[in-house]
């Protein structure tokens, strides 16, 4: 499997992707593509990545993540953005990871692979892992700030698809996030959207608040991409104020006079922190394109861009922008 | 100071807020007045409040969380909402708290107390005391699901009034939720936003995202009730988490074979998650209105019961009301 990888995006681009590449290739048996400035990239695959199968596409232009996506993504033929999503398009790699700009991640994917078909807005999927018990799937993290009820139906059976095929969850529950768990609650987008949920064919369980995500109360939350990506990253934030505070961060180690039940909690509570931390989750899946698309974190370092190329390889491995076009979009 | 307190309201009435009752007329001094069912309430206060200025007015009606709040304020007169609400509408109470239905306490509120001139929508204020370095007021939390622009501008004015009085912070810095820090981020109510708290006399500093929340990055953080509720309920849920899985909840020890800076760090890591309890930060105060009305968690126990009614004499106290009045919410 051939994986092409954004080596030019992202706080930490190129030497940490370089990195979690290597990693990645090592761990999963994948190939590499990295797109991205060919000068730097030789030097840092010597170093970083000699042994592995990691190969160089030289990406002349550079989209900033200040620029507007359509336009950056129609001005700049060579960026990595653009032709990595063309590597995608063409049939050369089977996905394509970005911790770049993910509004021109997104317009790439619109113009270059296109939605399939029946599906109005393609929605970015967030494998939430901090609950040791299983994942939940929040959907839309930030694909669409402003929805319609008939939106959040089909993030629901984006969802739904995804975690038969990629968490083999055979019947997932959805719920829809609110303010309240009474049928009354919510803003006007919530109220018109539990009625368009209760009518669809997805198994809709309700409302659920915002403590239920972590508790696992539904498989898969839908939400608008604006309140789901400041849910998301108000979940990191926890993580990092932990982390930061208690200097827990890249330094972490087990004390050695730590013992028994008490080791055990120390390392539990610690390890749960950790998940919550970007670093660790990888990225979110572009669901409804026709193409294995993975937006990593912007601040990914080694470890965040090897989670995302996994996420990547296994949404590939387990066929899941097949099953999502075998799925009816058009009915309910 | 007489504080008027729902005994009928809330998971855990009566007995644990008969409980947080007596723990809080010993800790801050304060006279209480519980209103609820006083067939229970005499035994519950024999039991609990014997030796403290506790006393009791009945309440034979009970409004339920399922009830449309309007009607429920309206046809139940002889409710614990509407009687503490009139408490402190009389003079007899300086505040009133409830943990009862959220929107009859509002609409209750509304109706007898009011709206302070100029003020368009009273908003709920909740003080996030998760970092260690000092707390984040988050607004609104869950009073006005559907907004517009200048409804976030006249948060942001009610939570530098209430920050410069209850935390003595001279000139609170005030952020938008968003999902991105560029000002061209957001749905349309944050993009439109974002412009009318530009041009606002507010401390504004621009958007904030998710994970500046818990960083602090803002000392107040705007937002739409919809929102702010399902974020602020998101990182209870991450306590809830940890505190469950790892058995840490009520039963939790420090144990003895921990010792030096393990032990520091294991208590910190600890306390900080119990912050994030709803047992643990009280509740949230109703900005707006003339009246001092602070909401506490539905689930509240007696530790939370207590800290609302802290929350409610430390709001007394600093005259956050009156701080409101001498606002200006007519001109920008």
Redesign the interface.
Known sequence: MIIALDADGGDYASREIVIGAAEAADEYGVDIVLVGKKAILDMLVRRHAKKQKVSIIDASQTIE??E?PVHAVRSKPNSAIVIGTKLVKDGSASAFVSAGSTGAVLAAAFFFLGRIEGVERPALCSIIQ????GPVLLIDV?AN??CRPNHLVQFGKLGTTFAQKFLYTESPKVGL????E?E?K???L?KESYKALQNSNLNFIGNV???????RKADIVV?????G??????????G???LN??G?GRAFKV?E??????LV??V???S??KR?DYKEYGGACLLGVNGNIIVAHGRSQARAIKNAIHLAYHSVETKVVDAIKNSSYTAK
Chains 1, 2 share one sequence.
């Open positions: 993540c200040s507007s901090i609950n040791p018990e930030g700030v402003d996030l609110n303010n309240g009474e009354i919510g803003n006007t919530a608040e915002g403590q239920d995500i972590l508790k939400t608008d991409g604006f309140t990506n400041i849910v998301l990253k108000a979940l990191e934030g926890f990092d104020v932990f505070v208690l827990l004390d006079q730590l013992q028994g039940s008490a909690r120390y539990e509570l610690t749960m922190v919550t």
